[in-house]
């Protein structure tokens, strides 16, 4: 965290920063007087994947950090300025690392060897922004996984400085892992500690402690439905990731891993199977992306359990799939105010894939992009839902918000939610209360697809249910006028999805990557249009440009209904890979 956004901060939150700094520069310190090591024990697979072509840009002299892309020929990754803190910890985290080893060319292991031990020099005893206890388990994890790509060619005097520098590591691990952020930050801090105390000579009384701890952080953090408290999908995969990790290193090291965490990876499997959609990758909410391509379908085959999620909510969000589509939405309050720094306003949000295509999205993660991205990207507006103007479905600790600025209306009291099937398909039927306080209006929202996935429809109402809600209303119309309140349904579409209004207004036409077309039409909305978008991802230099399909209307009496539905009326080319996503949508249904 830079100077400016260290002094935004209240007194107390800057004193807990600034005494977690100086224990963790501390204990880096003292991280380098016990227990050295001199080599590998056992050396395992790599289990984190780079990209060829991002280590030849790495070669060319072009450094690419989320959004941020600086042309440096002949200039070392340390000397590069960074505008963003959270820049800096993925160099200090080595994810470059990965890119380097992936092609794995004798020049491409030098650079890594020299940027590795400048590293050393310059950070190894505890300066700079790369000791957090996450950030040295995301290191440590790196270098070992990497270890043979990193220790071939060296002398022994340079052998015996990565050694040391990595039991440094790991003791800095072991005393400062509690301080980590709960979720994903410790069970990276523990992943690393299993893995260095496996892994290295002279670091096996680390295993045992971090074991007990992993299983107590699954315990208290995984639910008993497999779910997390940030409701951040992607989040719940790379958690699943690494008690996958944990589990096949001890494995291989002929050590069980304790109860707790095997449960655990039995829980959240299935979870996170009724959280794919069928093109694989996972739904995108509360700060989190569809997940690297093919990442969850080997954390699903590393963990060997084969239980499919059942046709309940998972962790919040209801899911409908039929033939080659499934459609995932978010019927669950945003999280707890102590886990909710990346929590969106998307309420009764849904995102709809065919195929391998994903049609229906929500913006998606704005974080890679900037705070004001970040902001953006978490409100109502950034998604595929129903937007009262100038109001927003919750009440978020928004970055860059000060804590005591509201926002005009609370978080919902209460989600009525039903899911049925029958003949024509399944479905689902929710709605939320949050505008209730301030207008008196409840949003209720219902979703059929049919039985062969060619068919969704849906409809949204915003009503005032009850005589307080009516007087609540009436004394708002009084004040709004004939215009009424005036609300937009917004239909976030995928970047390639090509979108074609129809001159009447009427429809519109929606063509994906295969030919395959879908027909969008609604009735109810005093307007229809198609306006720009953005589709926000990581690995992206800056946020693709996109398309949305808007309904506006307004409240004038108790109640306002609009209609839509969306046809498949021309099938795709289909692939293999289409075959083999329909057995995905077969398997998780």
């Known amino acids: 965290m830079g100077g400016e956004a260290l002094a935004s901060l209240r007194l107390g939150e800057r004193v807990r920063l600034l005494g977690n700094r100086f224990l963790n520069r501390v204990c880096a310190r003292l991280g ?4 050295p090591s001199t080599s590998f024990l056992s050396q395992p697979e790599p289990r984190s994947f780079g990209a060829v072509d991002r280590g030849r840009q790495l070669l060319a002299g072009q450094f690419q950090f989320g959004g ?19 820049l800096a910890a993925d160099l200090h985290g080595f994810c470059w690392l990965d890119d380097l080893a992936a092609l794995g060319s004798r020049r491409a292991r030098l650079l890594a060897q020299a940027w590795l031990f400048e590293w050393i020099d310059d950070f190894g005893r505890g300066a700079g922004p790369g000791w957090t206890p996450e950030l040295a388990a995301r290191r440590l994890m790196r270098w070992i996984h990497h270890g043979m790509f990193l220790d071939k060619g060296l002398e022994e005097s340079q052998r015996q400085r990565f050694f040391r520098n990595l039991a440094r590591q790991a003791a800095f691990l072991a005393r400062r892992w509690q301080a980590s952020p709960s979720g994903l930050p410790r069970f990276e801090a523990l992943t690393g500690l299993v893995l260095a105390g496996l892994t290295l000579e002279g670091q096996a009384h680390l295993v045992a402690p971090a074991m007990r701890a992993i299983g107590d952080e699954c315990d208290r953090l995984i639910d008993a439905q497999g779910g997390i408290p940030s409701r951040n999908p992607e989040e719940l995969m790379k958690i699943f990731a690494l008690l996958n990790r944990a589990a096949a290193a001890l494995s291989e090291a002929g050590q069980m891993p304790t109860r707790p965490h095997l449960l655990a990876i039995e829980r959240v499997a299935p979870t996170l199977r009724g959280l794919r959609h069928a093109d694989g990758g996972l739904a995108r909410f509360h700060g989190g992306g569809a997940g690297a391509e093919g990442r969850l379908d080997r954390a699903l085959a590393a963990s060997g359990v ?3 999620a059942s046709r309940g909510i998972v962790m919040g969000y209801g899911r ?6 499934t459609v995932i939405m978010d019927v669950a309050p945003p999280p707890e105010p102590d886990e909710r720094r990346e929590a969106h306003d998307s309420i009764l949000a849904f995102e709809l894939t065919s195929g391998r ?22 409100l109502t507006p950034s998604h595929s839902t129903l937007a009262i103007h100038g109001l927003f ?23 009525v939610l039903r899911q049925f099937s029958g003949l024509d398909g399944y479905g689902i039927m929710a709605r939320h209360d949050a505008y209730r306080r301030a207008l008196g209006l409840v949003h209720s929202r219902q979703l059929d697809l049919s039985l062969d996935g060619r068919r969704l429809f849906g409809e949204d109402v915003l009503g005032a249910q009850s005589e307080t809600d009516r007087v609540r209303f009436e004394a708002l119309i009084d004040h709004v006028g004939r215009e009424g309140l005036r609300f937009d349904i917004r239909f976030h579409l995928h970047p390639d999805v090509d979108a074609a209004l129809a001159p009447d207004h009427e429809s519109v036409s ?30 992206r230099l800056k946020p693709r440009s996109a398309k949305q399909i808007v309904l506006s209307g307004s409240v004038l009496d108790y109640a306002s209904r609009v209609s839509w539905s969306l046809f498949r009326v021309r099938d795709g080319f289909r692939h293999l890979h289409d075959a083999e996503a329909d057995q995905s949508v077969t398997e998780t249904r």
Not at 68 to 86: C, H, M, R, T, Y
């Open 32 to 35: 380098g007087l016990r227990h």
């Open 68 to 86: 941020f892309i600086v042309e440096a020929p002949d200039v070392s990754i340390w000397q590069i300025a960074l505008p963003d803190a959270a």
């Open 306 to 308: 084969r239980k499919v």
């Open 320 to 325: 409908l799939a039929a033939g080659r589509c």
């Open 357 to 378: 295509y994903p049609v229906i999205v929500n913006c998606g993660p704005g974080a890679p992009f900037g705070p004001e991205w970040r902001r953006a990207a978490c």
């Open 393 to 415: 479905s919750s009440r978020l600790a928004l970055p860059g918000r000060p804590d005591n600025e509201d926002l005009p209306v609370d978080p919902p009291r209460e989600i």
């Open 510 to 539: 929606l063509t994906l990557r295969n030919r395959e077309v879908w027909a969008f039409r609604q009735t109810g909305a005093r307007k229809m249009s198609l306006d720009a978008s953005v589709y926000l991802e990581y690995g």
